[in-house]
C-alpha cells in the first residue's frame, strides 16, 4: 500500500503525545458490503448500516478494490452527473483519470487526492489510463461524498488537485505510525485540501504492536475505516478488521492499536479517520445528486436531461 511511505519515521515531526486526553468511545461497528461501481469495478460500500445522522457530514463512501487486474481489465466510470456535493477521490495504489465538463480533472497516483466541488452541477468521467489498462496492475482507492450546506449546494464547481507531496507528515511519538493529513487540521498539522464543510481526512499507517492517539478536533463527529489489516479502536479496545467502519462517541482523542500479528498479505494496519461538523439539515438523496428537498432533487434531474450540468467531451 504504497500512498504516502517515509522509510525512516524517526526523520519525521513528532505529534504531541494525546494519552491524558480524553478517548472517544466506540458506539458501533459495521462491515462494508461488496458491490460494483460504473463499468464493473469492485467496491465496498463503507457506509453501509451506518446511520445518516452519524455520518453527517458524510454521505457516502466507497472503498475501490484493492484488487489485482490483468491485462485489459481495468474499468472505469461513463459520464455522469453530480450536484450538491464534493466528491473526494484519494488514490492509494494506482492510476485514475479524471476529467470533467467544466475542464477540471488530471492524473492522480499513489497517494495523490482529487477534490471537487460539484456544486451546482456538472458531469464528471473517472477511468483508467489506457497504459494501466493495456498491461493491467494494482488498483486501490477511496472515493468519499461530502455533503455541502444548503447556502452552497448551488456554489460554482471547483478542482483541486492535492499531490501526495503536499499531504502534511509526522509520526507518532513513538515513531511506530505514520499519519498522512489530508485535509483539516489535526494534531497540528494542516492537510492541503480546503473545504467549504469544516472537516478532517487522515490516513494513517500503525505498524504492528503500536498504538496511535489522535487528538480530535472539538465539534466535529469521527469515524474510523480500516482500509486493511486488524486492531483494536477505543478505549475499550473493541476488534476491527479490514473493511469495518467505526462510529466513535464525543471525547477528545482517537486511539487505534495494531495487532501484533498483521496477515500475510498485510504489512500494518491502515486506517482512514474522519471528521466534520454537523450540518444537521434535512439530506434528499436519489443517485448522483445530494440536495434539502425532493424537489431539488427532481430540479437536478429536469436539468441533467435538459443538458445544463454541461456536456460530455
Do not use: C
Amino acid at each position: 500500500m504504497p500512498a504516502t511511505t517515509v522509510d525512516d519515521l524517526t526523520t519525521l515531526d513528532r505529534i504531541p503525545s494525546a494519552d491524558r486526553l480524553r478517548s472517544r468511545p466506540v458506539r458501533s461497528v459495521t462491515t462494508a458490503p461488496r458491490g460494483f461501481e460504473g463499468e464493473g469495478f469492485p467496491v465496498r460500500r463503507a457506509f453501509a448500516g451506518v446511520d445518516v445522522a452519524d455520518l453527517d457530514p458524510f454521505v457516502h463512501m466507497d472503498q475501490m478494490g484493492e484488487v489485482e487486474y490483468a491485462p485489459g481489465e481495468p474499468r472505469g466510470t461513463s459520464w455522469h452527473p453530480h450536484r450538491g456535493f464534493e466528491t473526494v477521490t484519494y488514490m492509494i495504489d494506482g492510476v485514475m483519470e479524471h476529467q470533467d465538463s467544466e475542464g477540471g480533472g488530471g492524473v492522480i497516483t499513489n497517494g495523490d487526492t482529487q477534490w471537487m466541488t460539484a456544486g451546482s452541477g456538472l458531469l464528471h468521467i473517472e477511468r483508467p489510463p489506457e497504459a494501466l489498462v493495456a498491461s493491467g496492475g494494482l488498483f486501490h482507492g477511496i472515493q468519499l461524498w461530502v455533503n455541502l450546506p444548503s447556502a452552497q449546494k448551488m456554489t460554482d464547481p471547483r478542482y483541486q488537485d492535492l499531490r501526495a507531496t503536499e499531504v502534511a507528515l509526522a509520526a507518532s511519538p513513538d515513531a511506530g505510525s505514520l499519519v498522512r493529513v489530508i485535509a483539516g487540521d489535526v494534531a497540528g498539522l494542516r492537510g492541503p485540501g480546503s473545504t467549504h464543510t469544516p472537516m478532517a481526512m487522515v490516513h494513517a499507517t500503525v505498524a504492528p504492536g503500536a498504538e496511535l492517539v489522535l487528538p480530535w478536533p472539538e465539534g466535529f463527529n469521527a469515524l474510523a475505516y480500516v482500509l486493511a489489516g486488524d486492531g483494536e479502536v477505543g478505549p475499550d479496545r473493541r476488534p476491527v478488521t479490514s473493511g469495518q467502519t467505526v462510529v466513535l462517541g464525543s471525547g477528545e482523542s482517537v486511539a487505534v492499536s495494531a495487532a501484533a500479528t498483521q496477515d500475510s498479505r498485510t504489512e500494518a494496519l491502515e486506517v482512514l479517520f474522519l471528521g466534520g461538523r454537523p450540518i444537521r439539515e434535512p439530506v434528499a438523496m436519489m443517485g448522483p445528486f445530494v440536495m434539502n428537498t425532493r424537489a431539488e432533487v427532481l430540479q437536478a434531474v429536469e436539468d441533467f436531461q435538459a443538458g445544463r450540468l454541461g456536456r460530455a467531451h
